[in-house]
């Protein structure tokens, strides 16, 4: 066992953390062309996926896999790119709906084809290594 580990289960943390890095890293860069954040292309997929209708800022936030994503920024910042609008309810003022424009589900149908074959990033993994690797990430989230 390498000394900077205490045991086993703190290696593993150490390399769920760094996979976790690896992988962000990996969409970070497919992303930068389009100078967007993984978490405000997951924002825009979440919009895309019930374009033309809308989505409030917490059904947003229920939907992402961030625990503590700061959404008010993450929106303030994809308005100020004209990739959102904010748009008052007519039904209920006081609540604010999100969603993409024309131009924007076009924008983001462009970005999603760069991910079009984002598995390749664990393709050397063998069908049983993989339905492993899921049970036991499952358990380690739903202990």
């Known amino acids: 066992m390498n000394k900077q580990f205490r045991n086993e289960y703190h290696r593993l943390i150490a390399n769920l953390h760094q996979t976790n890095s690896y992988i962000f890293n990996y969409f970070g860069q497919k992303l930068a062309p389009f100078d ?45 790119k004209n990739l959102i ?10 609540r604010v709906n999100l969603r993409l424009t024309e131009e924007s589900k076009q924008f983001v149908e462009t970005a999603a084809a760069h991910f079009a074959d984002f598995e390749s990033i664990v393709s050397h993994l063998t069908d049983e290594e993989v339905s492993t690797l899921n049970t036991l990430l499952n358990k380690i989230r739903n202990r």
């Not at 993450?74 to 100020?80: G, K, Y």
């Open 36 to 80: 967007l954040s993984v978490q405000q292309y997951i924002v825009l997929r979440h919009l895309s996926e019930c374009y033309p209708n809308s989505l409030t800022a917490g059904e947003l936030k229920e939907k992402m896999n961030d625990l503590n994503p700061d959404m008010t920024r993450l929106v303030d910042r994809l308005v100020a």
């Open 85 to 94: 609008v904010r748009e008052i309810d007519p039904q209920n003022r006081r």
